[in-house]
């Protein structure tokens, strides 16, 4: 089973931007699609953004034109452009496949501060 660690989270203040990257194990050159989902304080998980293998994308509203989510397949990473940040996309950053299967990782800290 493919494992996953995602890193690149940081304190970043108000229109700010962070890059996030999910690297793989394994390959997920096979594995249709990924997602970036995310997690704040009293709130339940929610997708952020997903990539199918063939690079079509989706986006929650909350965070359309303002994140980008990539996938190198060759080097089994996928990627978050986060720009023009808010206090609101405070929360920890995960990526999973999508829909999400198998065991969570620990995720990345994304704290933006107005």
Not at 62 to 77: P, W, Y
Not at 100 to 106: D, L, V
């Amino acid at each position: 089973q493919v494992q996953l660690v995602e890193s690149g989270g940081g304190l970043v203040q108000a229109g700010g931007s962070l890059r996030l990257s999910c690297a793989a194990s394994g390959s997920i050159f096979n594995i249709n699609a990924m997602g970036w989902y995310r997690q704040a304080p009293g709130k339940q998980r929610e997708l952020v953004a997903a990539i199918a293998r063939g690079s079509a994308t989706n986006y929650a509203d909350s965070v359309k034109g303002r994140f980008t989510i990539s996938r190198d397949d060759a080097e089994n990473t996928v990627y978050l452009q986060m720009n023009s940040l808010k206090p609101g996309d405070t929360a920890v950053y995960y990526c999973n496949t999508h829909p999400p299967f198998g065991p969570w990782g620990q995720g990345t800290q994304v704290t933006v501060s107005s």
